[in-house]
C-alpha cells in the first residue's frame, strides 16, 4: 500500500522536481543555442534572429568544418591523445594501484604518503616546464600524456577496488604458480572491468577535453589538439584555411563555424559516453566499500 505522503513531504517534492528542472534547463538550453546557431544561415546569425531553432536552416557551417584539413588533423590528435592516454593511464594506475593493495607490501605507506601528497599539493607550471623540457618532450605528443600518466584520485578508486577482491583467490592463482604479473593481467583486471571502464571515463573526457598542456609544450600547429584549434577559432578568430572549400566559406559565418565546430569536438564524447555509462556507478560503489 502506497503510503500518504504529508504537507511537508509533497512540498519538498514538488521543491525538488522544479530546481532539477531549472538545473537541467540552465545546462540544456545553451547547448540547444549552440545547435540552432550551427544549422543556421549567415544572415540570421548576424541580425541575431536565432535562439533555440536555427533559423534559414543550412548545412553550410559543417561543410566549411568537415572541408577544413586543419580540423581533421586536430581531430586525429585528439584521438590519438586520448586513446593511447587512456591505455596508458589506465595500465600504470593499475601497476601502482594492485601493489599497494596489498598487505604484503612493505613499502605502501611511504608510496600512498607520495601520492597523497600530488593529490594536494599541485606542480607549478614553471618546474613541470623544465622538467618537460629536460626530457626532451617539448613539441611532441608525449608532454600531454607523460606529466598526467597517473591520476591520485583515480589512484587511490582503483586501489580501494583491488582491495575488495579476496585475498584467498590472490593466493590460489600463487600456488597454481603465478607470478605477480601474472595474477594481475589474469586475475585481478579482468575481474575489474567496471573500474577500469570508470576510471577510463575520467582519463577519456579529461584528455579529450585538455587543451592547457597543448598551449603550453606544443609549439607545432600540426600536433594541436581538436580542443586547441577550437580555441583559436573562438579566442583568436583564426579559421580561414586555405584548404577550406571557399564556396562553404563564403556561404558561412564565422559564428556559425564556430558553432559547428563546437558542436563537432562535443559529439564524439557523447557518442561513447553511452555505452560506457553503465559501468559508471557500479565502479564507483564497488570501489568505495571495504569489505
Known amino acids: 500500500m502506497k503510503q500518504k505522503q504529508s504537507l511537508g513531504g509533497k512540498i519538498f517534492t514538488s521543491f525538488n522536481v522544479v530546481f532539477i528542472t531549472l538545473l537541467s534547463l540552465s545546462m540544456?538550453?545553451?547547448?540547444?543555442?549552440?545547435?540552432?546557431?550551427?544549422?543556421?544561415?549567415?544572415?540570421?546569425?548576424?541580425?541575431?534572429?536565432?535562439?533555440?531553432?536555427?533559423?534559414?536552416?543550412?548545412?553550410?557551417?559543417?561543410?566549411?568544418?568537415?572541408?577544413?584539413?586543419?580540423?581533421?588533423?586536430?581531430?586525429?590528435?585528439?584521438?590519438?591523445?586520448?586513446?593511447?592516454?587512456?591505455?596508458?593511464?589506465?595500465?600504470?594506475?593499475?601497476?601502482?594501484?594492485?601493489?599497494?593493495?596489498?598487505?604484503?607490501?612493505?613499502?605502501?605507506?611511504?608510496?600512498?604518503?607520495?601520492?597523497?601528497?600530488?593529490?594536494?599539493?599541485?606542480?607549478?607550471?614553471?618546474?613541470?616546464?623544465?622538467?618537460?623540457?629536460s626530457f626532451g618532450m617539448i613539441d611532441t605528443l608525449w608532454a600531454l600524456v607523460i606529466p598526467g600518466l597517473i591520476s591520485a584520485f583515480n589512484f587511490f578508486i582503483m586501489r580501494?577496488?583491488?582491495?575488495?577482491?579476496?585475498?584467498?583467490?590472490?593466493?590460489?592463482?600463487?600456488?597454481?604458480?603465478?607470478?605477480?604479473?601474472?595474477?594481475?593481467?589474469?586475475?585481478?583486471?579482468?575481474?575489474?572491468?567496471?573500474?577500469?571502464?570508470?576510471?577510463?571515463?575520467?582519463?577519456?573526457?579529461?584528455?579529450?577535453?585538455?587543451?592547457?598542456?597543448?598551449?603550453?609544450?606544443?609549439?607545432?600547429?600540426?600536433?594541436y589538439p581538436l580542443q586547441v584549434k577550437l580555441r583559436q577559432m573562438i579566442v583568436s578568430n583564426e579559421m580561414v584555411d586555405t584548404e577550406a572549400n571557399l564556396t562553404s566559406m563564403a556561404l558561412s559565418s564565422p559564428e556559425g563555424i564556430q558553432m559547428a565546430t563546437i558542436i563537432f569536438a562535443t559529439l564524439p564524447i557523447l557518442l561513447v559516453y553511452p555505452f560506457l555509462q553503465k559501468y559508471f556507478v557500479k565502479g564507483s560503489m564497488l570501489g568505495s566499500v571495504k569489505e
Do not use: C
Request: hydrophobic fraction near 50%.
Open 160 to 223: 580501494s577496488f583491488f582491495m575488495n577482491i579476496p585475498s584467498t583467490l590472490i593466493d590460489a592463482a600463487r600456488v597454481d604458480g603465478l607470478g605477480e604479473l601474472g595474477i594481475l593481467f589474469k586475475i585481478i583486471l579482468p575481474l575489474s572491468k567496471p573500474a577500469l571502464a570508470t576510471l577510463g571515463i575520467f582519463y577519456g573526457v579529461g584528455h579529450w577535453n585538455s587543451y592547457q598542456s597543448a598551449i603550453y609544450f606544443i609549439n607545432d600547429p600540426r600536433l
Open 28 to 133: 540544456l538550453l545553451p547547448f540547444l543555442h549552440i545547435i540552432a546557431k550551427s544549422f543556421s544561415s549567415a544572415e540570421a546569425l548576424t541580425n541575431g534572429k536565432v535562439f533555440f531553432w536555427p533559423v534559414e536552416f543550412t548545412i553550410n557551417n559543417f561543410e566549411y568544418v568537415m572541408q577544413d584539413a586543419s580540423i581533421w588533423r586536430a581531430f586525429g590528435v585528439s584521438v590519438l591523445v586520448t586513446v593511447g592516454g587512456t591505455l596508458l593511464n589506465l595500465i600504470a594506475t593499475a601497476s601502482l594501484a594492485y601493489p599497494t593493495s596489498r598487505p604484503e607490501f612493505k613499502g605502501k605507506k611511504f608510496v600512498l604518503l607520495m601520492v597523497l601528497f600530488t593529490m594536494i599539493f599541485s606542480v607549478p607550471l614553471i618546474p613541470s616546464f623544465l622538467v618537460i623540457k
